[in-house]
């Protein structure tokens, strides 16, 4: 829930999404806003790491697969394109 007070009057006015409305007049102030996510945890219980940029090195593209479930063997016999390809997009929820 975000919350925001309005430095004039006091008035407190809770949302569950931000508004760029309030955040754009000088008198609305953000005093809260949701607590951070947690990181998704891969089936070993580790957190997933972020998904590279597509610039990155092969090798980092390796280790994000293996961290993502691949095993190593598959991972480092693929090429930089197809591990783009496999874990190119990011996961909905």
């Known amino acids: 829930m975000y919350v925001y007070?309005?430095?004039?009057?006091?008035?407190?006015y809770e949302t569950p999404r931000r508004s760029l409305r309030l955040e754009?007049?000088?008198?609305?102030l953000l005093i809260s806003g949701p607590a951070e996510e947690k990181p998704k945890a891969a089936a070993n219980g580790k957190a997933v790491p972020?998904?590279?940029?597509d610039s990155a090195t092969r090798e980092v593209w390796v280790?994000?697969?293996?961290?993502?479930?691949?095993?190593a063997k598959d991972a480092r016999?693929?090429?930089?394109?197809?591990?783009?390809?496999?874990?190119g997009r990011e996961e909905e929820d």
């Open 63 to 71: 280790q994000y697969a293996i961290a993502r479930g691949m095993p």
């Open 77 to 87: 016999a693929l090429s930089k394109a197809s591990l783009v390809k496999e874990f």
């Open 5 to 12: 007070r309005n430095s004039n009057t006091g008035d407190i």
């Open 24 to 28: 754009a007049l000088p008198n609305w």
């Open 50 to 53: 972020q998904r590279p940029l």
